[in-house]
């Protein structure tokens, strides 16, 4: 019998209040249970165009104001949800699935990215170049997109929207924020605090629903300028190809693979511990979690044995649960991918060390849980090493050495985070060079940093988040030559 009772919300939140979708409700499930909670109707492409006309409204005013303002306006925002976090984590914990402290974690993150580019706004400069014929200056300036659309998934609703409205805000375009269908409720909050917190209505606008018809429209919408989208690699190939159309901009933060190299000179402990936490934190959901490891023949069996008993011991339970560590998967489908995904991988090989089902824990039974899982030495074309496994379970591979870790470690169409484990300076700088990623840790792991730009190679992205590097993404720059002598 289910102890939730079913909330209703109008679904969007448009020029700076509520705002009802037409569309056929979409039921919202909390994981943990298996639950339906809440119904939020999905928007039409009519309940897009009103956002998106929302944000051309609000657009002059917002992009003509001081960039330092602008800053100003969003650091006092943030400020604001900040003093609601509270609210915030229990609500991201019910309808994504996480643990209350990943998810206090994670929106902690995010409106440290709010904070980050409300800071930066007073280094967004353009260039200038003097003297470029007698009595001849060259400015390069920086000027807003427009209205930019952002379509964010399920795994990190707040961190991966705040990535995007961040710098887009910043930089003076106004934002229309689609989330994951199955995660609508937190961004809708995120939204009515930024603006409770003084962010002008109209400057972010959120319309939920369901990516084929709430997303789709707002790719193909004439006023957006631009996409900023994060999720599976097939979806973002087919918005690129529509936003072809109207010469949009794009950038794509897609699905990763990451490898880690642990040498025979690493510190295991240390290694094996960031494995682990690389690989179940968030239950596995993550772009950049840790998905491949290949390990030297030497420290195999010790790093082995300390990754399998760290998920051995990892406490499964729900997001809201006393001392849980790891929640349940995020769907019934995304857990049986997983599942099916180790299955066929032990059908050709490979020796399941720990997990390879779900718990056996009768209370967790309505839930999508699936328990820390770990293979040793699949074949190298079995499904766990070339597809995303995007749930907690971890390969491993014993290898000869570097050549062969890199090696193995480039053979994906993926390149987004890698990490290397090793006290030898001259291995850690041939990996970074020769790893294909957008991103490669040195004995560290995962953590992405504000102040460096992230984004993937190959089959991962196109485009930087984070970073200075993220305003160039969100401006256009125009060469103005002045002529100021006779
Ligand atoms: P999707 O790529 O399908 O969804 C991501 C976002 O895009 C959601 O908001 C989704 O809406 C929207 N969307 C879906 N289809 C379209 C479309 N045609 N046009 C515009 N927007 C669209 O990812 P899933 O959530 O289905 O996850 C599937 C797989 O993708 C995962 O198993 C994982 O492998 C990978 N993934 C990778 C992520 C990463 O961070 N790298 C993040 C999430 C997923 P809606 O949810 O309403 O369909």
Redesign the pocket.
């Known amino acids: 019998m289910s102890t939730d009772t079913i909330v209703t919300h109008p679904g969007g939140f448009v020029a700076g209040r509520e705002y009802s979708n037409n569309g056929p409700a979409l039921p919202i499930t909390n994981p943990g249970t298996g639950h339906v909670f809440a119904e939020v109707p999905g928007g039409t492409e009519a309940d897009v165009d009103a956002a998106v006309q929302a944000a051309r409204e609000a657009l002059d005013e917002w992009s003509a104001l001081a960039v330092s303002k602008r800053g100003e306006i969003l650091a006092a925002a943030a400020h604001h949800v900040e003093e609601h976090i509270d609210e915030l984590v229990p609500l991201l914990t019910r309808e994504q699935g996480k643990t209350l402290r990943d998810s206090r974690i994670e929106i902690t993150k995010a409106i440290d990215t709010l904070m980050h580019y409300a800071g930066l706004s007073k280094a967004l400069r353009g260039a200038h170049a003097p003297n470029l014929d007698p009595g001849v200056d060259g400015t390069v300036l920086r000027r807003p997109l427009g209205v930019v659309g952002a379509?964010?998934?399920?795994?990190?609703p707040t961190t991966?929207l705040s990535n995007k409205l961040a710098p887009a805000v910043v930089a003076g375009n106004t934002v229309v924020a689609?989330?994951?269908?199955?995660?609508p409720l937190t961004t809708l909050r995120y939204a009515e605090l930024l603006a409770e917190g003084g962010l002008p209505a109209g400057v972010f606008n959120v319309v939920t629903?369901?990516?084929?018809v709430?997303?789709?429209a707002?790719?193909k919408h004439p006023l957006v300028r631009k996409i900023a989208?994060?999720?599976?690699?097939?979806?973002?190939e087919?918005?690129m190809a529509?936003a072809a159309r109207g010469t949009k901009r794009v950038t794509l933060?897609?699905?990763?693979s990451d490898p880690m190299i642990i040498c025979d000179d690493a510190d295991v402990a240390a290694a094996a511990s960031a494995a682990s936490m690389g690989r179940f934190y968030n239950c596995g959901?993550?772009?950049?979690a840790i998905k491949r490891v290949y390990v030297f023949d030497a420290v195999a069996d010790e790093v082995i044995e300390q990754i399998t008993a760290k998920a051995k011991r990892l406490k499964v339970g729900r997001g809201d649960a006393e001392g849980s560590q790891m929640g349940p998967l995020h769907t019934a489908v995304?857990r049986d991918?997983v599942a099916g995904q180790v299955q066929r991988t032990l059908d050709v090989g490979g020796t399941l060390t720990a997990g390879g089902g779900p718990p056996e824990d009768p209370e967790l039974g309505g839930g999508f849980f699936y328990m820390p899982t770990v293979v040793v030495d699949p074949p190298h074309d079995a499904p766990m090493a070339t597809e995303?496994?995007?749930?907690p379970a971890l390969p491993i591979w014993r290898v000869s050495g570097l050549d062969e870790a890199i090696e193995r470690a480039n053979a994906s169409q993926f390149g987004?985070g890698s990490s290397v484990w090793t006290r030898d300076l001259h291995r850690a700088r041939q990996a970074a060079e020769r790893i294909e990623a957008g991103y490669t840790w040195i004995n560290s792991r995962t953590k992405v940093y504000d102040e460096l730009p992230f984004g993937g190679w190959k089959s991962?992205g196109y485009g930087k988040e984070h970073g200075e590097e993220a305003f160039d993404f969100y401006t256009e720059t125009k060469s103005v030559v002045i002529r100021s002598g006779p």
């Open positions: 379509i964010v998934p399920w795994n990190f991966l689609k989330p994951a269908g199955t995660t629903g369901s990516g084929s709430t997303g789709t707002l790719v989208f994060t999720g599976s690699t097939p979806v973002g087919q918005i529509l933060e897609l699905g990763g959901q993550a772009c950049l995304q991918e995303e496994v995007f749930g987004l991962s």
